[in-house]
């Protein structure tokens, strides 16, 4: 069974960065198209971006294209997620999900619903 835990949430203030990283445990993470959501109180879980398993292909959501950067380390079963030139409307909590390919563009994995295996989610807060 796979296991996720997010980590490197924190406050920091508009124009900041941070990075947060997913660790994996249970399984090897070659094999999992991998993806990070936030959510804030209210509104639906969103996909941020998202990384393909064997095309290396990636998507972003409208509102970070250009600031954040997905990757992964398989060797270390490590996620991350880069977050540059940070927003008070990039607050939220992060989540990273996995789970095997199950529809062939990336750009229509990147649905909270294709996601069995869950992190417990890390707050990020941009705020001055």
């Known amino acids: 069974q796979l296991q996720l835990a997010e980590s490197g949430g924190g406050l920091v203030q508009p124009g900041g960065s941070l990075r947060l990283s997913c660790a994996a445990s249970?399984?090897?993470?070659?094999?999992?198209?991998i993806a990070w959501f936030r959510q804030t109180p209210g509104l639906e879980r969103e996909g941020v971006s998202c990384l393909s398993a064997t095309t290396g292909s990636t998507t972003y959501a409208d509102s970070v294209k250009g600031r954040f950067t997905i990757s992964r380390d398989n060797a270390k079963n490590l996620v991350y997620l880069q977050m540059d030139n940070l927003k008070p409307d990039d607050t939220g909590v992060y989540y990273c999900a996995a789970d095997y390919e199950r529809v062939p563009e990336i750009q229509d994995m990147c649905i909270k619903i294709w996601y069995e295996y869950w992190g417990q989610g890390t707050q990020v807060t941009v705020s001055s």
């Open positions: 249970g399984g090897p993470l070659d094999y999992y198209v």
